[in-house]
Structures are given as structure tokens and as C-alpha cells.
């Protein structure tokens, strides 16, 4: 027998409490309370987790609270251009956002969660039916020009998604280097403002420039900090964004820069009236706080509840 195995063996031997200890950690009955009480511990935590992951797929994953947050710009800007069709407008934009944003789901899966992405897939999958029929459906109770206005964000936002584009190494608009934002933001605002308008049989005015204006930059900013949760993601795919570009400190700035901007140049256009002016510097304000808060290390439901929620915040300015 080796001598070094055998000083082990006696050492250990040698001792009463190494001997109850050893004997404790081997005990079936102990072992199997304890595995009865890890279990009944998560189970306690099942429920909760398992209704919290359910609403978050319902509402955030299946964009419902973002295509909701930009039906609501167009029954702010119906309510600030006196357009009396801003129910219908933010009717047909939150069933085209929920098109074009699942489809955008459905063709981009970069999560390294297959899990995930799967919910992700089903989703996206159910809410873009939804979306598509919704289209279809009430395409045939629109006048023309209507349709003409939801045309181009739905051919942009399919263009934006799918690969069908013939450029060398850009097959989406979403690839196109600094595309992406102002492409976003511009579709958002096109729909908001000229859709109620179209609607109403009216015409643009200096009001209406001044309003679309405003809400491109919210929009931009919108879009600019959702994106600094991809910039890891768009470098290592050499996907040229505002934060891939300028960083984290630079777009904090360049967004800081434009929303004081309109908040200097809102009094010579809107009209005086005080719930305009709560509605708008309020969801500026917002806008500002989660551009200075958020960071790339922040959370998933941090930038949906923040991000895609602020437009709700001109919604609750403009009803109070």
C-alpha cells in the first residue's frame, strides 16, 4: 500500500466530526429534504416568474407596447392640427407598426438564446398575421390618398427587413450605413402627421412642418437609444449606426443638442394653448431623462418600458 494513501486514510479516520460530517453529506434523508426544500423554494418563484415572462412576451415581445406608443403620436398630432380622423389614423398605424416590427423579428435572429428566440419566432409569427390581415381588411374602407400615405412605410418597413435589396453586401435597408434611424423615425412621422391629415381632407400648413419636425426628433431620439443595446452587435457586423458611429457619449450629446433645440424654437409655432405645451415639453423632458439614464449595460425591459413607453406620456399630457 502506498504510504501517502494510507497517513490520508487514518488522518481522516482519525477524526469524530471529519467521520458525522462525512456521514451527514452522505445521508439519503438529508440529501432529499433538502432537495425537497430547493424545490418547494422554486416553485414558490414559479408562478411569479412564469406571469411576469408571459406579459412580457405578450405586450414587449410582440411589440404591442411599441406599435401602441406610435398610434398614440397620431392622435396627439390630430388633437394639436385640430384633425377630427386621429382614432382611425392610430388604428391603422399600430396595426402596420405591429406588421413591420414582428416581421423585423421574424427575419432578424441574432439572440444567442434559441429559447428565446423561438418565443420570439411565435410570436412575431401570430402578431404579424394579425397585422398583415388588419392591413388587407381595412385597405378597401380607405380613400386613395390614405392608402398612398400607408404605401411607403409599408414598403419601407418590408425593405427594412427582408433581403431583397440587390447592393453589394446591403441586402436590407437596415444595412445601409446610418440609413437605419432616420429611416425609422422618418416612416413613424409620416404616418402621425400626414395620415389624420389625409383623413380629414386637409391641407399642410406651417403648424403641420413645425409638428412633424418635433416629433422626427423625438422619434430620432427614440430610435438612436434603442439601438445602443445593438452597438456590440452592429460593430462585430460592421452595421453602421449613430452609437457605432459617435458612442455612447456621442449620441448622449448630439440627442441633448436637438431636443433642446425644439424646446427653444416651441413657442413661436404651437398653438397657446396650455395641455399642447404640457404634452410636448413633457415627453421632451422624458425623452431627456432616459437618454442621460439609460446604457448599454441596462436592461431589455428598462429600454421597452422607457423608450417605447414615452410617447404614452404625451398621450397622458394631451387627455389631463
Not at 154 to 162: A, N
Amino acid at each position: 500500500m502506498h504510504p501517502a494513501m494510507n497517513s490520508n486514510e487514518v488522518g481522516s479516520r482519525g477524526d469524530p466530526q471529519a467521520e458525522v460530517h462525512e456521514f451527514m453529506s452522505s445521508c439519503p434523508i438529508r440529501s432529499t429534504v433538502g432537495s425537497q426544500a430547493s424545490m418547494s423554494a422554486s416553485c414558490s418563484h414559479s408562478p411569479v416568474k412564469f406571469i411576469e415572462s408571459a406579459c412580457f412576451d405578450t405586450v414587449l415581445n410582440s411589440n404591442v407596447w411599441t406599435a401602441g406608443g406610435q398610434a398614440t403620436l397620431a392622435l396627439v398630432a390630430a388633437k394639436i392640427l385640430g384633425y377630427e380622423q386621429g382614432w382611425v389614423a392610430a388604428t391603422l398605424i399600430f396595426v402596420l407598426s405591429l406588421f413591420v416590427y414582428n416581421l423585423d423579428h421574424l427575419v432578424d435572429t441574432r439572440s444567442n438564446r434559441q429559447r428565446e428566440r423561438r418565443a420570439r419566432l411565435s410570436i412575431g409569427i401570430l402578431f404579424a398575421t394579425v397585422g398583415v390581415t388588419g392591413v388587407l381588411g381595412m385597405a378597401f374602407l380607405l380613400p386613395g390618398p390614405a392608402l398612398v400615405v400607408l404605401a411607403l412605410p409599408f414598403t419601407i418597413g418590408t425593405l427594412y427587413s427582408l433581403p431583397v435589396l440587390l447592393l453589394p453586401g446591403r441586402w436590407r435597408l437596415r444595412d445601409i450605413p446610418l440609413l437605419k434611424t432616420p429611416l425609422v423615425a422618418g416612416s413613424v412621422v409620416w404616418c402621425a402627421v400626414l395620415l389624420p391629415m389625409v383623413l380629414d381632407h386637409a391641407l399642410p400648413d406651417l403648424t403641420a412642418f413645425f409638428l412633424a419636425s418635433h416629433l422626427f426628433v423625438f422619434a430620432f431620439s427614440n430610435c438612436v437609444t434603442s439601438d445602443l443595446r445593438d452597438i456590440e452587435d452592429d460593430r462585430s457586423t460592421r452595421t453602421l449606426t449613430f452609437p457605432a458611429l459617435l458612442g455612447e457619449r456621442g449620441c448622449r450629446r448630439l440627442l441633448i443638442g436637438l431636443n433642446i433645440l425644439t424646446l427653444c424654437v416651441l413657442p413661436f409655432w404651437l398653438p397657446p394653448r396650455p395641455v399642447f405645451y404640457a404634452a410636448l415639453v413633457g415627453a421632451t423632458v422624458a425623452t431627456l431623462w432616459y437618454v442621460i439614464h439609460l446604457k448599454n449595460s441596462s436592461s431589455a425591459r428598462e429600454f421597452a418600458f422607457l423608450v417605447d413607453g414615452c410617447p404614452y406620456v404625451l398621450l397622458i399630457s394631451m387627455l389631463s
